[in-house]
C-alpha cells in the first residue's frame, strides 16, 4: 500500500470491493485487465465464510429496516451456506430473505451473479478466469 491509500494485492482489492463496494482509479489499474477474476473472488470469499462465518463482514448486517440493502454469505456448522438478501419492499421499508445452499461453491457463484446483477462499482467479472 502506498501513501495513498492504493492498494496492489489483487486478493485485497477483491476483498475490498466486497466490502466497501468501491475501488479507486488506480487500484482499478491494479486488477488485470481491469476485472474481477472469479477464481480469486471464490478463494476470498472462502476464506472470509471460513475465517467468520459470513461474508462480507465478520458479522452479520443487520436485518429488516436496519440493515438497508444487502446480499451477504452464511456458513454454519454442517457446511450448509446461506444467502441472506435484504432488500427494499418500499421506500426506506426492507424485508429479509434466505436462501439455503448444500454446497459452498453453488452459494458462492449465486452470490457472485446477484453482485455482478447490482452492479460492482463499473467492474466487471471475468468468469473464464
Same mark, same amino acid.
Given at each position: ?24 482509479? #488506480?487500484?482499478?489499474?491494479?486488477? =488485470?485487465? %481491469?476485472?474481477?477474476?472469479? +477464481?480469486?473472488? &471464490?478463494?476470498? *470469499?472462502?476464506? !472470509? ?6 461474508? #462480507?463482514?465478520?458479522?452479520?448486517? =443487520?436485518? %429488516?429496516?436496519?440493515?438497508? +440493502?444487502?446480499? &451477504?454469505?452464511? *456458513?454454519?456448522? !454442517? ?51
Amino acid at each position: 500500500m502506498n501513501g495513498w491509500n492504493e492498494i496492489s494485492d489483487e486478493k485485497e482489492l477483491i476483498l475490498k470491493l466486497f466490502n466497501t463496494g468501491h475501488l479507486n482509479v #488506480p487500484e482499478r489499474g491494479n486488477l =488485470p485487465e %481491469g476485472k474481477v477474476r472469479v +477464481s480469486i473472488a &471464490q478463494k476470498v *470469499i472462502k476464506e !472470509g465464510l471460513q475465517l467468520f462465518g459470513w461474508f #462480507p463482514g465478520p458479522q452479520q448486517f =443487520p436485518v %429488516g429496516d436496519e440493515g438497508g +440493502s444487502y446480499i &451477504q454469505l452464511e *456458513i454454519r456448522q !454442517g457446511g450448509k451456506v446461506f444467502l441472506h438478501h435484504n432488500f427494499e419492499i418500499s421506500f426506506l421499508k426492507y424485508d429479509h430473505q434466505t436462501i439455503e445452499f448444500g454446497n459452498m461453491d453453488i452459494a458462492i457463484k449465486e452470490y457472485l451473479k446477484e453482485r455482478e446483477d447490482e452492479g460492482l462499482d463499473g467492474l466487471n467479472l471475468d468468469w473464464k478466469s
